[in-house]
């Protein structure tokens, strides 16, 4: 679990487990949220399947083992995964601040998509919805390495993103890009400003 006490966003239900990760890190560098009360229900559950999903894996797969996942199903307001157990009240873990450098002694938010990181969504730019465009930016501010696989690349869609990507790249990162020239429709200018800003396409 190494890996989540580097900065990026995230979306993370706040476990015991997480809070003794966190304990070494500096407060202002960790922002939280309430759990909302409509998407409670949802979090929660998921949280509670992971949970005993673990705990039945790990009591094998002979003849004895269905019994024993079968009475550790019957235990489960029991509370047998301690590690598993939500913080009260409960919040969700939204991001791990890059550290304050240099003269300045402040650290920036991560920058979240609309569409919280846990959940799949299908985005369709309708009016009050979030738009596509806005959501892979806010994802490629903190991304590490981007794998892109589409049918087509256009120009208009490239305008949107190429400073992100550009982001990406210059922060050490790579820009992978996976497309096609069915039918012409995508665009060799492009293609071209992919490979400008540094994407292998």
Not at 71 to 81: A, C, S, Y
Not at 87 to 112: H, Q
Not at 187 to 195: G, I, P, S, W
Request: hydrophobic share 45%; with cysteine; proline share 6%.
């Amino acid at each position: 679990m190494s890996g989540l006490l580097r900065p990026g966003p995230r979306d993370h239900l706040l476990t015991e487990e997480l809070v003794r990760l966190l304990e070494d890190v500096d407060p202002t560098l960790i922002d939280t949220i309430r759990l909302d009360g409509v998407e409670g229900p949802r979090r929660l559950a998921q949280h509670l399947a992971t949970a005993i999903e673990r705990k039945l894996a790990g009591l094998g797969h002979n003849a004895d083992a269905a019994k024993q996942q079968a009475e550790l199903v019957n235990r489960l307001i029991d509370r047998h995964d301690e590690d598993a157990v939500v913080v009260t009240p409960p919040e969700v873990w939204t991001g791990l601040r890059v550290a304050p450098t240099g003269l300045s002694n402040i650290s920036v938010p991560i920058p979240l998509p609309a569409t919280p990181l846990a959940a799949s969504d299908l985005l369709v730019n309708a009016d009050g919805q979030p738009n596509i465009g806005s959501e892979l930016r806010a994802e490629l501010a903190s991304a590490e390495h981007v794998d892109l696989i589409c049918a087509f690349v256009i120009w208009s869609g490239v305008v949107q993103l190429r400073d992100a990507l550009r982001g990406v790249i210059d922060r050490g990162g790579r820009v992978r890009v996976i497309t096609t020239t069915y039918m012409g429709a995508t665009q060799r200018k492009a293609v071209d400003e992919l490979v400008r800003v540094g994407a292998e396409v």
